[in-house]
T-cell receptor, first 115, second 110 residues
Framework: DSGVTQTPKHLITATGQRVTLRCSPR?????VYWYQQSLDQGLQFLIQ???????AKGNILERFSAQQFPDLHSELNLSSLELGDSALYFC??????????????FGPGTRLTVL | GQQLNQSPQSMFIQEGEDVSMNCTSS?????WLWYKQDPGEGPVLLIA?????ELTSNGRLTAQFGITRKDSFLNISASIPSDVGIYFC??????????FGPGTRLSVLP
């Protein structure tokens, strides 16, 4: 158990809908990262938050948005869903508190299926 | 931007064989991480390396931080069926984002 939790585990929805994925980082971690992994593909970095503020952006679509709340949990919002958005979405967390020896831990993921 | 290459892309081995895979970069990293991902699950951290030349073991797994800081190696000894999965490497520098490789897919034949 990495200490990173994600809900829900599975999500099935229709095209055009909007969903919210939730992530709670490990205790003490200030950074949250979101990744998308399509079938048999690598990890595509979407966005990073550090202590409530956006720190880095990757290949995140305009239809997607995220935020990190004061209690450090994060939500990834996906709107106007398309079939191609079906994928595993992972959250990861790290301390990112100034140490050079930062390590990232992943949650179990949310499997999104868009029908 | 920074990119990592992993080789081989995939490999099929017999149970009991040793496995070697590597990760290379055109840029220097101060941290190298190795993860294993089972189908449908989140990547699990196997080994973290923080110092050039460092050699670290975790059971049957051994990883090394390349002396040039541009590469890392992962070895698995006496492979077993549960070693099947995708192995990802990641590099990190202070203040920068983590960079992940495309993964090495390992299949173990009984």
């Amino acid at each position: 158990d990495s200490g990173v939790t994600q809900t829900p585990k599975h999500l099935i929805t229709a095209t055009g809908q909007r969903v919210t994925l939730r992530c709670s980082p490990r205790s003490g971690d200030l950074s949250v990262y979101w990744y998308q992994q399509s079938l048999d593909q690598g990890l595509q970095f979407l966005i990073q938050y550090y202590n409530g503020e956006e720190r880095a952006k990757g290949n995140i679509l305009e239809r997607f948005s995220a935020q990190q709340f004061p209690d450090l949990h994060s939500e990834l919002n996906l709107s106007s869903l398309e079939l191609g958005d079906s994928a595993l979405y992972f959250c990861a967390s790290s301390v990112a508190g100034g140490t050079s020896t930062d390590t990232q831990y992943f949650g179990p993921g949310t499997r999104l299926t868009v029908l | 931007g920074q990119q990592l290459n992993q080789s081989p892309q995939s490999m099929f081995i017999q149970e009991g064989e040793d496995v070697s895979m590597n990760c290379t970069s055109s840029s220097i990293f101060n941290t190298w991480l190795w993860y294993k991902q089972d189908p449908g699950e989140g990547p699990v951290l196997l080994i973290a390396l923080y110092k050039a030349g460092e050699l670290t073991s975790n059971g049957r797994l051994t990883a090394q931080f390349g002396i040039t800081r541009k590469d890392s190696f992962l070895n698995i000894s006496a492979s077993i069926p549960s070693d099947v999965g995708i192995y990802f490497c990641a590099g990190h520098n202070y203040g920068q984002n983590f960079v992940f490789g495309p993964g090495t897919r390992l299949s173990v034949l009984p």
